[in-house]
């Protein structure tokens, strides 16, 4: 059994189902569905699970989830990542972005393609 810490202490069992839940808001209106959600919540699960921790920090499982994320969809993750990691100005969403563009350098693939903008 995995367990999640949250921060008022309380323990919860790990479930895919609410990693689904909390990306799905960030995914609203953008090309995924809900097989893609439920193999990004199973990347997430190994992910936690290969650290071989029998309990882990919520905050853990929301940095497990930015880098599939940022490769699923390019927006949803500026979604998600302004969120979690509380963003409080345009400068916060500025280096974001120049973050994901040179990562986009690095590899081929283009996560802010199809965002609706031209």
């Not at 990693?19 to 997430?44: E, M």
């Not at 071989?52 to 994320?69: Q, T």
């Given at each position: 059994?995995?367990?999640?810490?949250?921060?008022?202490?309380?323990?919860?069992?790990?479930?895919?189902?609410?990693?689904?839940?909390?990306?799905?808001?960030?995914?609203?209106?953008r090309p995924v569905n809900d097989d893609d959600?439920?193999?990004?919540?199973?990347?997430?699960?190994?992910?936690?699970?290969?650290?071989?921790?029998?309990?882990?920090?919520?905050?853990?499982?929301?940095?497990?989830?930015?880098?599939?994320?940022?490769?699923?969809?390019?927006?949803?993750?500026?979604?998600f990542a302004s969120v979690y990691r509380a963003?409080?100005?345009?400068?916060?969403?500025?280096k974001e972005i120049a973050d994901l563009r040179?990562?986009?350098?690095?590899?081929?693939?283009?996560?802010?393609?199809?965002?609706?903008?031209?």
């Amino acid at each position: 059994m995995l367990a999640v810490v949250k921060r008022s202490g309380v323990t919860e069992q790990f479930s895919r189902e609410k990693v689904v839940t909390g990306v799905r808001r960030a995914c609203q209106g953008r090309p995924v569905n809900d097989d893609d959600l439920q193999q990004l919540a199973h990347r997430v699960e190994e992910s936690i699970r290969s650290a071989g921790l029998a309990e882990i920090p919520s905050h853990e499982v929301g940095l497990a989830i930015l880098g599939p994320l940022r490769e699923l969809d390019g927006v949803a993750y500026l979604r998600f990542a302004s969120v979690y990691r509380a963003f409080t100005s345009i400068e916060d969403f500025e280096k974001e972005i120049a973050d994901l563009r040179a990562a986009m350098t690095a590899g081929d693939e283009d996560p802010m393609a199809d965002s609706g903008t031209e």
